[in-house]
């Protein structure tokens, strides 16, 4: 059984920046990519970021592209968001998802275990 748990979220003004942790359980970790995503109230769920197995590769959607940075440390079995320069559009609840292989992907179909969410407020 996979458990992923998100942790960091909280309440911060534009400009400030936070990073956002995910524990993974299981040996497996080091096999999947891994991605955050996030949902706004009253909005679909939407992708933010992906890491492939290794983190050699990444991928951001452009909303994100030069603020956020996703990063994985599998000796820990964690993979993290640092986010920087946060606006009040980036306000949701963050989710981490392991995907079904080694290889970057951005669609929620490809994402089978996830998180509880980690609610990230952005005030202006």
């Known amino acids: 059984q996979v458990q992923l748990v998100e942790s960091g979220g909280g309440l911060v003004q534009a400009g400030d920046s936070l990073r956002l942790s995910c524990a993974a359980s299981g040996r497996t970790f080091s096999s999947y990519a891994m991605g955050w995503f996030r949902q706004a109230p009253g909005k679909e769920r939407e992708f933010v970021a992906a890491i492939s197995w290794r983190g050699g590769s990444t991928y951001y959607a452009d909303s994100v592209k030069g603020r956020f940075t996703i990063s994985r440390d599998n000796d820990k079995n964690t993979v993290y968001l640092q986010m920087n320069s946060l606006k009040p559009e980036d306000t949701a609840v963050y989710y981490c998802?392991?995907?079904?292989?080694?290889?970057?992907?951005?669609?929620?179909?490809?994402?089978?275990?996830w998180g509880q969410g980690t609610q990230v407020t952005v005030s202006s």
């Open positions: 998802a392991r995907g079904a292989g080694p290889t970057v992907v951005t669609g929620i179909k490809y994402y089978a275990y």
